[in-house]
């Protein structure tokens, strides 16, 4: 069975400065597969976020059911990790107690919590920075912590939303083989928003295509490895 099932999924906004009714989202149907990295692709504003924060459990979809491991997504959980595009790090905290943020709301994983951010850290190759700020790192290594913190709780499935968005252009080309290859290794389930078509080709196993407003997927396309 797929691990996400999203059916006839719609999203209306209330647009409180105008009165009006927004459609973000329109009857989208999506099955990702366990330990599928599935690329979402389109240009801004087309609904992908929304999409991703339904099932996040962020936000309550208008209509349309979200299934995540088999049940109904009503809230956020343990088995969902959500990867901003601002990192969202505690400029006040250092880097292991960021990680270690990602493990608060789960009091079963306090036994080992010190393995566990260690070898988060390690996973995303910020050892030795445990102690800095994030203000004392690059935008690249900012969002590796941030992946960190979205790890070390061992979500099934990890929600990302333009990662590297917010990273320069140079480091975004290293980031993206980086990113692959740390996602790889846990074999995680990825649902990866993106409006580069580069980024959706070289990352994803499928690329959900959105078109523009409202939301609704367009096609999906299998991408071989041959083909990257
Ligand atoms: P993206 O990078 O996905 O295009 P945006 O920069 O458009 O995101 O939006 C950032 C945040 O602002 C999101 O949380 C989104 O829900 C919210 N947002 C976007 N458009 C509106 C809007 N018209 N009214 C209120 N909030 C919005
Ligand atoms: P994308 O992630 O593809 O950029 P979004 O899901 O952020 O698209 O937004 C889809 C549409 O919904 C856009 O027109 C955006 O302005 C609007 N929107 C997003 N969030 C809100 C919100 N909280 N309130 C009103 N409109 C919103």
Redesign the pocket.
């Known amino acids: 069975d797929p691990i996400i099932q999203i059916r006839d999924l719609s999203v209306r906004y209330h647009?409180a400065r105008t009165g009006n009714r927004l459609i973000a989202v329109q009857d989208v149907d999506l099955d990702v597969m366990e330990g599928e990295f599935l690329t979402v692709l389109g240009p801004?504003?087309c609904g992908?976020?929304t999409v991703l924060n339904c099932v996040a459990g962020l936000l309550t979809p208008t209509t349309g059911t979200i299934l995540a491991g088999g049940r109904p997504v009503t809230a956020p959980g343990p088995d969902r990790a959500v990867v901003f595009?601002d990192y969202a790090l505690l400029p006040w905290r250092t880097v292991a107690d960021n990680v270690r943020f990602g493990l608060e709301m789960q009091p079963r994983l306090k036994e080992g919590a010190a393995d566990r951010i260690a070898e988060a850290i390690r996973l995303v190759g910020l050892s030795g920075f445990e102690n800095s700020y994030p203000r004392e790192l690059s935008g690249g290594m900012q969002q590796r912590a941030g992946l960190a913190r979205s790890l070390v709780a061992d979500p099934r499935i990890l929600l990302m939303?333009?990662p590297l968005?917010a990273v320069d252009a140079l480091t975004r080309e290293v980031m993206r083989a980086e990113l692959k290859r740390i996602i790889d290794a846990t074999g995680k389930t990825v649902v990866f928003i993106t409006h580069s078509i580069d980024e959706a080709v070289q990352l994803g196993d499928r690329i959900a295509v959105f078109s523009s407003h409202p939301g609704t997927i367009k096609e999906i396309v299998s991408v071989t490895p041959g083909n990257r």
């Open positions: 647009v801004s504003g992908k976020t595009q939303d333009e968005g």
